[in-house]
C-alpha cells in the first residue's frame, strides 16, 4: 500500500461535500492525509465544519489551511505544504471519486520506478441525453480531459518540492498545471496516464462564467515567455489564437475613434467590420448547443464583451510578465 495524502484547494462550493462523501465511500486504501485548502480571502471560522462532516471515520484524518485567496497555484503550494506523505493527490472540490478509486488509486501509485513523477486520473463529465450539450457543459467536458489537470492529479511530494511547486504568477488552474508538468517532464521525469475513474458533473450555466475566463490571456502570455510560442503543442491544448479578439476589438475601437472625430461613412465601415467578427465568434458558440433563448441572450451578450475583455488580459499579461524568463535559464 502507497501512503499518499489528498489536497483539495475550495471556495467551499455545494459540491464540495459531494466531493468528500465520495471519497469517504471509495473502496480501498484510505488516504493517510486530507488537506483542505481554504482558498477564501475571508472564510468564516467552522464554515467547512459542515462538508468536513460527511468523512465519517475519515475526519481526523482531515485538516484544514487557509491560502488567503490568492489564487488556484498558491492553494495547491499551501497544500503541498501540509503533506507528509510520498504522494501527494491532487482533486478538484467539483471531482467525485468513483467507487473504486481509492484502490485505482493503490495501483495507479505502485511504482519503483524512480523517474515516475506523476499519474493522471481518467474524468468523466455526465452530459445530457435527448439534446446538445450548453457551453458550460461542454467546457467542462473539455476541462476533464484537459492533460495534466489537477483535477485528479497524483505527484511525488519529493518531486514536486524540487520543482518549487506550482508557479504562483498563473492565476488560472490550468495553465500552472501543465507549466508544472512541462518542467518535470523536461527534467526527464515521466507522467503517467493512471487507471482510476471520478465524475465531474457539469456546473450550472453561469452568465458571466466565459468573460472571467478570459483572464487566461495573461497566463497563456506567462506560458509563451517560460516555454516558448509552442508550448501549446507539448501538452496537446488548443493553441491560443488571439489574433481574432484583437482584429474584432481593433475594428471596434477604430469605429468609435472614427464616430468622435466626425468620419460617419469610415466609422460605419469599421462598425460593419466589428458586427461581422462579432456574429462570426456568437454563430460558433451558439451552434453547438442547445441553442436556448437565455443561452443564445447570454453567448450574444458575451460574444461582443469577450473579445475586448482578451486583449485587455493578454497585454496586460505581456507588460506584467515582460521580464519573465524562459524557466531553463532560471532552473536550478
Known amino acids: 500500500m502507497t501512503a499518499y495524502a489528498v489536497v483539495i484547494p475550495t471556495l467551499a462550493p455545494d459540491s464540495l461535500a459531494d466531493c468528500l462523501a465520495a471519497l469517504a465511500a471509495s473502496i480501498g486504501p484510505k488516504p493517510r492525509q486530507i488537506v483542505l485548502v481554504d482558498d477564501r480571502a475571508h472564510p468564516e471560522p467552522g464554515s467547512l465544519d459542515h462538508p468536513l462532516g460527511v468523512l465519517g471515520d475519515l475526519r481526523p484524518r482531515a485538516t484544514v489551511v487557509a491560502s488567503g485567496g490568492r489564487g488556484p497555484a498558491a492553494a495547491r503550494n499551501t497544500g503541498l505544504r501540509a503533506v507528509t506523505t510520498p504522494w501527494a493527490v491532487f482533486l478538484a472540490d467539483d471531482v467525485q471519486p468513483g467507487p473504486h478509486w481509492c484502490a485505482q488509486l493503490d495501483r495507479d501509485l505502485a511504482t519503483d520506478a524512480p523517474d515516475i513523477a506523476g499519474s493522471e486520473g481518467v474524468i468523466a463529465v455526465p452530459l445530457p441525453g435527448g439534446r ?79 468573460l472571467r475566463a478570459q483572464r487566461r490571456h495573461a497566463d497563456d502570455a506567462l506560458m509563451t515567455r517560460l516555454h516558448g510560442p509552442r508550448w501549446w503543442h507539448r501538452a496537446v491544448a488548443p493553441p491560443s489564437r488571439p489574433a481574432t479578439p484583437l482584429a474584432v476589438t481593433a475594428t471596434g475601437t477604430t469605429a468609435c475613434a472614427l464616430a468622435l472625430t466626425g468620419h460617419p461613412r469610415a466609422a460605419l465601415a469599421a462598425g460593419l467590420g466589428w458586427a461581422a467578427g462579432t456574429a462570426a465568434i456568437a454563430r460558433a458558440r451558439i451552434a453547438p448547443g442547445p441553442r436556448s433563448r437565455d443561452e443564445v441572450t447570454t453567448l450574444l451578450v458575451t460574444s461582443a464583451l469577450n473579445p475586448p475583455a482578451a486583449t485587455w488580459h493578454r497585454l496586460a499579461g505581456r507588460w506584467r510578465h515582460r521580464a519573465a524568463q524562459p524557466w531553463r535559464d532560471t532552473a536550478g
Open 132 to 210: 446538445a450539450p450548453t457551453e458550460t457543459e461542454r467546457e467542462t467536458a473539455a476541462r476533464a480531459r484537459a492533460r495534466w489537470s489537477t483535477a485528479d492529479m497524483a505527484y511525488r511530494t519529493d518531486a514536486l518540492k524540487q520543482a518549487r511547486g506550482f508557479d504562483e504568477r498563473f492565476r488560472c488552474a490550468h495553465r500552472a498545471d501543465i507549466d508544472l508538468a512541462l518542467r518535470l517532464l523536461d527534467a526527464g521525469l515521466r507522467i503517467r496516464q493512471g487507471r482510476r475513474t471520478s465524475m465531474m458533473p457539469a456546473r450550472p450555466a453561469e452568465r458571466w462564467a466565459s
